[in-house]
């Protein structure tokens, strides 16, 4: 690992004009691109105190050797030059996207003498004419020969073609009339080329053009009672309008434009591309890249530019480019567009009407490709296995962690603290076993002390589980549930018990800690109580750094539990802290054990929020304060955020709740009728227990 401040330029050395860098590595291999408006205050940004870099960049600067840099003239030629570098040097650490598959494109031989329309897939070749790209081959064939009736252009491979030609006689196409047959000379190169453009001008949207000239002919002949006639030329436009149908509208202007969407997370993030011409989608494409350099939406989309139109010219880069967020350098960007382009290019973000809805749909796609690939990644075996052996390996523990419980605290502004649960058995989710809390000891926001409230909670109820059934008692070693002198019971496939079925009376969990997913249909015990925490986890990941940790570690030290590993992830530099460790653990970041981590963290925080979301929601709704007359939403959310809750609201006097900005005197009084006539008459009471059952309708329970 070098130290950047070994290669460090002096200061002045570096020109404050534009330009592009590259940081080299100990054997002079290229290891990242970038361009700046000012060099000098880019670069130096690189040599600054690591703890305050990304870790991302830490990474660069202390793996290069050396940085070198080249000056430009204009924010432009940067760009270009950037673009040139990236692809010339691979460099290892700059944004490179990658096609989730290999998308077929109708291509025109515009270089050849008499060109051929064919489909084709991989790198693009100087003098071809290109559409698409196309989900599937067989949708450009169906759309070919639907076209071939108006523009019979050559298909024919170049050994077919040289065939006939020597021989004086075409293929079928050429007998039934859907190649124009240049092989034989039924037509000159010139006239070829023209219906070879024609086509070309069909497929890029100037489509109006040819149907009206063939009803216009179709006419003609009919007048002049050329009725065989007529009727080809019929059967011509019909076909090239069932061409046309084969991709909607989208854009009622006619609009030739290029939409990019992103979905990301931290580690990789998903391009969709739709290409819109004449108003309608003409092909469709995704990428999806690791995110290897600290780079936002602005920056993905930057390069996503560059690489889309990098080596195109002309017509291939469309006078709109529509995006979720524009580029560092808008200005620059623009220009270099256009000038590939060779006329004006609008590069914004869509704000209203259907170019906005279109790219919501685009949005969409993105985000479905994003979960497919992390949903095939995690699917694979193989990967799975890997990535809990470096895990094992990161944390120092014996075995790997075939059980895996995540936990998360989600709140609103210190109302409706809730906590979740999720499992991970031998890298999948098993949602049966999900739990949800809510935060009883006290109120207001405090994860540290939430997080120790959630874990003591949940590891009381497994050691209850533990003595009421002696399951997990000492046993010899070579049984399957060998006790808590191993790292607990092995879960999941693994295990010979599959599940949590343990029979018999006992402690059920609360209400409140039952799956939420039984809410939604999922089976519980055979008597109807939610399933119980039996089974202990090799490893608790909680979501959250150093604090978090050490609250959830404390949980467990005071109930005795010294067997279940214990570590947190820090969303913003995705950092596994350890108990009682000063710094953290960095996993690579294309480590498949960091991305199971947070594959795991970021479900416990979707399984928090949307509880945490449901309860406020039904907190809301069912308010008392729904039956003031003339009382709105905005003014009852004040209400409660003033006093916390429902019995607080119920305690104040008048002059108190007049004090709430929004609240008259005439309403103040509606609210202390209302909340009067609604007070229970004797506090409720659980029959089983006998405990009193408070009363808090507005704030945490």
């Given amino acids: 690992m070098a130290d950047p401040s070994s290669y460090r330029p002096k200061p002045g050395q570096i020109p404050d004009s534009p330009g592009v860098y590259k940081f080299r ?17 880019r670069v130096a940004n690189y040599f600054q105190d690591l703890a305050n870099l990304h870790p991302r960049t830490r990474t660069m600067v202390t793996t290069a050797a050396s940085v070198e840099w080249t000056v430009v003239s204009t924010e432009v030629e940067a760009l270009q030059l950037e673009y040139s570098w990236i692809k010339e040097f691979d460099p290892r650490f700059n944004v490179k996207y990658r096609d989730d598959k290999s998308y077929p494109y109708l291509a025109v031989t515009l270089n050849e003498e008499f060109p051929r329309v064919q489909v084709m897939r991989g790198a693009k070749k100087k003098g071809v004419r290109y559409f698409g790209p196309y989900g599937h081959a067989w949708a450009i064939r169906e759309t070919v020969d639907l076209m071939l009736r108006v523009f019979p252009v050559r298909t024919c491979s170049a050994g077919v073609f040289k065939n006939a030609a020597r021989t004086g006689r075409p293929c079928l196409l050429g007998y039934i009339g859907k190649c124009s047959a240049p092989c034989v000379g039924r037509v000159t190169p010139e006239e070829h080329r023209e219906l070879a453009e024609d086509f070309c001008d069909f497929m890029a949207g100037r489509t109006g053009t040819y149907i009206r000239r063939l009803e216009k002919d179709m006419m003609q002949a009919a007048e002049e009672m050329e009725y065989e006639r007529a009727a080809r030329l ?30 990301e997370d931290e580690l990789e993030a998903a391009l969709q591309i739709f290409h819109v ?23 993905l989309v930057e390069h996503a530019l560059q690489q889309l139109y990098g080596e195109e010219r002309g017509d291939a880069v469309p006078k709109e480019v529509l995006v979720p967020a524009l580029p560092e350098d808008t200005e620059a960007v623009s220009q270099w567009l256009a000038e590939r382009r060779g006329s004006q290019v609008s590069l914004r973000i869509p704000q209203r009407g259907d170019k906005k809805d279109l790219m919501a749909t685009v ?24 990535a809990l052996e470096e895990i094992a390996e990161a944390l120092g523990l014996d075995t790997a962690p075939l059980r895996i419980e995540c936990y998360d605290i989600s709140h609103l502004q210190g109302d409706d603290v809730v906590a979740s649960m999720v499992v991970f058995e031998d890298g999948l989710a098993r949602k049966s076993e999900y739990r949800r809390f809510q935060i009883k000891g006290f109120e207001g926001q405090d994860d540290v002390r939430s997080m120790h409230e959630v874990i003591g909670r949940r590891f009381k109820r497994y050691l209850q589980e533990k003595e009421r059934t002696g399951e997990w008692e000492e046993q010899p070693t070579d049984t399957a549930t060998a006790g808590p002198a191993a790292t607990g019971p092995v879960p999941g496939p693994a295990a010979t018990v599959p599940g949590p079925a343990v029979t018999g009376p006992g402690l059920a969990p609360a209400a409140d800690e039952r799956p939420a997913v039984a809410e939604d249909g999922e089976p519980r015990e055979d008597d109807g109580r939610p399933k119980r925490f039996a089974y202990p986890p090799q490893l608790v990941v909680v979501d959250g750094g150093q604090p978090q940790v050490a609250a959830a570690k404390r949980a467990l030290d005071e109930l005795g539990i010294d067997d279940i590993a214990v ?4 969303k913003r530099l995705e950092e596994v802290w350890l108990p009682d ?35 406020r929601a039904k ?55 209302a909340l009067a006539s609604t007070a229970p008459a004797a506090p409720a009471v659980n029959t089983a227990t006998g405990e009193i059952i408070e009363e808090d309708d507005g704030g945490s329970s």
Wanted: aromatic share 4%; glycine share 8%; proline share 2%.
């Fill in 363 to 386: 949005q969409r796609n993105a985000q479905q490709a994003l979960g497919l690939h992390k949903t095939k990644r995690a699917s694979d075996l193989t990967t799975r296995s890997r």
């Fill in 25 to 41: 590595d100990e054997h002079r291999r290229v290891i990242y691109v970038g361009k700046a408006k000012n060099l000098r205050q």
């Fill in 619 to 673: 907190r809301i709704r069912t308010s008392p304060l729904d039956d003031v007359s003339g009382l709105g939403e905005t003014r009852k959310q004040a209400l409660i955020k003033h006093f916390g809750s429902v019995k607080k609201l119920r305690q104040a006097t008048i002059d108190e709740i007049c004090e709430v900005p929004g609240i008259g005197r005439r309403t103040a009084e509606s609210v202390a009728a």
């Fill in 277 to 299: 011409r004449g108003g309608r989608v003409r092909g469709q494409r995704g990428w999806v890249t690791d995110k290897v350099e600290a780079v936002d939406t602005s920056g």
């Fill in 581 to 615: 460790d000063d710094d953290p653990v960095v996993l690579p970041r294309s480590s498949e054990g960091l991305y199971l981590l947070q594959r795991v963290r970021d479900e416990a925080h979707r399984f928090a929020i949307t509880y945490q979301r449901a309860k």
């Fill in 567 to 570: 570590c947190g992830l820090a």
């Fill in 234 to 263: 019929r059967d011509d436009a019909e076909a090239l309008k069932r061409a046309m149908e084969k991709s909607a509208v989208v854009l009622a202007d006619a609009t030739d434009a290029d939409l990019i969407a992103v979905a």
